[in-house]
């Protein structure tokens, strides 16, 4: 079955650092990916998303890149706030054989420090 | 707003009794779903309509029930609720395959 594996957290970071948070999955077909993010006490947000091969995703300084050759979608950000402090999950989802289900990561929490 | 509404937001309840969380979108989606998140697990799929009487389930469907009845409401019915079913519980709905889920605050239930 599909699934998403991501890289294991926490991670911690000084402010203005760079991110990159590593996403691979399995599909059967051809998914589109996303990422969400979870602040303290909220629900998910969609963060940005690609539906097909070579597409970049991006929102709020965050970019991610669907790259099928290596079936990845690693989320970078070029310099990191304080703000940014939160659970990021790489999902995919795949409406093969008439369905539609999202597989989720198990999360990668980001703690960003002044 | 375009939203999706659950309620309760924290609920308290004894083993046995059943409840029923409720979830309502104003985005006349098609696709609606339920998801529990567990510390260590992620999230995971309860149950999830395409449609209006198109439900299916998900990784994790036993101990719960659902309908859709109609587009916009999705409840989620424990009828017999156990201490193994106390966990953050999400609602989420979406336009398309492609278009990426709303999600709810979240329930956070508690069974004792």
């Known amino acids: 079955g599909d699934s998403v594996t991501q890289m294991e957290g926490p991670v911690t970071l000084s402010e203005e650092a760079f991110l990159t948070i590593n996403c691979t999955y399995t599909?059967?077909?051809?998914?589109?990916l996303f990422w969400y993010v979870q602040y303290p006490g909220e629900g998910l947000q969609l963060l940005l998303k690609?539906?097909?091969?070579?597409d970049k995703g991006s929102n709020k300084g965050f970019e991610a890149t669907y790259r099928k050759e290596t079936t990845s979608f690693h989320l970078e950000k070029g310099s990191v706030q304080v703000s940014d402090s939160a659970v990021y999950f790489c999902?995919?989802?795949?409406?093969?054989?008439?369905?539609?289900?999202?597989?989720f990561g198990k999360g990668t929490k980001l703690s960003v420090i002044p | 707003e375009a939203q999706v509404t659950q309620n309760p937001r924290y609920l308290i309840t004894v083993t046995g009794k059943k409840l029923t969380v409720t979830c309502s979108q104003n985005?006349?989606?098609?696709?609606m779903s339920w998801y529990r998140q567990d510390p260590g697990l992620g999230l995971r799929q309860i149950y999830y309509?395409?449609?209006?009487?198109?439900?299916d389930k998900g990784d994790v469907p036993e101990g719960y029930k659902v309908s859709r009845k109609e587009k916009r409401n999705f409840p989620l019915i424990l009828e017999s609720p156990s201490p193994n079913q106390t966990s953050l519980y999400f609602c989420?709905?979406?336009?398309?395959?492609?278009?990426?889920?709303?999600f709810g605050s979240g329930t956070r239930l508690t069974v004792v």
């Open positions: 989420a709905s979406s336009f398309t395959e492609n278009y990426g889920y709303t």
């Open positions: 599909a059967t077909g051809y998914p589109s």
């Open positions: 690609a539906t097909k091969a070579d």
């Open positions: 999902a995919l989802g795949d409406s093969g054989a008439g369905s539609y289900q999202l597989t």
């Open positions: 985005m006349n989606h098609e696709y």
């Open positions: 309509s395409m449609n209006v009487e198109v439900t």
